[in-house]
């Protein structure tokens, strides 16, 4: 089983609230990334990261931000949650080497009232 | 980054043989072919991947052709529970490698 943790697993806000969705990795993967997924479509890079103080945006624009302070730590934030954020938002890493094998986190379905 | 085509839907039947091909004509020479399998509310989860001829683990197999253009998934005797949509990425790890997922192909089991 991956190493990939994202809480909470189930998350229903009021708009306007600032919000921190969670992920963490124990298999000291240096790149993580964040996608954004509504029900039946394909996932959508939202961000990136190649290790410790890197962030990238992807190619989905998301007025979401995240951080990377440690290794194994690669939180999502919204300050201001809208209706327009309700979506599956789903955590992975990748190793190094030659294996491009991605490791996904359970999700955090996020629904904004 | 090579771009792939897959089927958008297929339809199967417990017990039948399912093959799902995936187009990469511009796979460039280091790239790996990875598969991937998602249910509804959960992270894609990987299958299978393989580099060139014939690749087999306890869940699938992965053809793939002497030119690389193309992979077919093959998933034996499938059930009820391999209902689900399947992915085809093509790169090789490290530098600036980003895992991209398109549309997937999503695989109906019928009893």
């Known amino acids: 089983e991956a190493d990939i943790y994202q809480t909470p697993r189930y998350l229903v806000i009021g708009t306007g609230k600032k919000i921190t969705l969670e992920c963490s990795q124990t298999m000291g993967h240096d790149k993580m990334y964040w996608y954004q997924q509504d029900p039946g479509m394909e996932l959508h890079l939202i961000h990136y990261?190649?290790?410790?103080?890197?962030?990238e945006k992807g190619d989905l624009s998301s007025e979401s931000t995240v951080s990377r302070i440690r290794t194994e730590h690669f939180p999502l934030t919204l300050e201001s949650a809208r209706p327009s954020h309700t979506s599956q938002y789903l955590c992975?890493?990748?190793?190094?080497?030659?294996?491009?094998?991605?490791?996904f986190g359970q999700g955090t379905r996020l629904t904004v009232v | 980054l090579a771009k792939t085509t897959q089927p958008i839907s297929m339809d199967s039947y417990e017990g039948q043989e399912v093959n799902i091909t995936c187009s990469h004509n511009?796979?460039?020479?280091?790239?790996?072919i990875t598969w991937y399998q998602q249910f509804p509310s959960q992270g894609p989860r990987f299958i299978i991947q393989g580099y060139k001829t014939k690749v087999t683990n306890e869940v699938a197999s992965l053809f793939i052709p002497a030119d690389r253009k193309s992979s077919t998934l093959s998933l034996p005797r499938v059930s009820l529970s391999d209902t689900a949509v399947y992915y085809c990425l093509v790169g090789v790890s490290g530098g600036s490698y980003i895992p991209t997922f398109g549309r997937g192909t999503s695989l109906i089991v019928h009893p």
């Open positions: 992975a890493s990748t190793p190094r080497g030659l294996n491009t094998e991605a490791f």
């Open positions: 511009n796979i460039a020479t280091n790239d790996y």
């Open positions: 990261s190649y290790g410790v103080n890197s962030t």
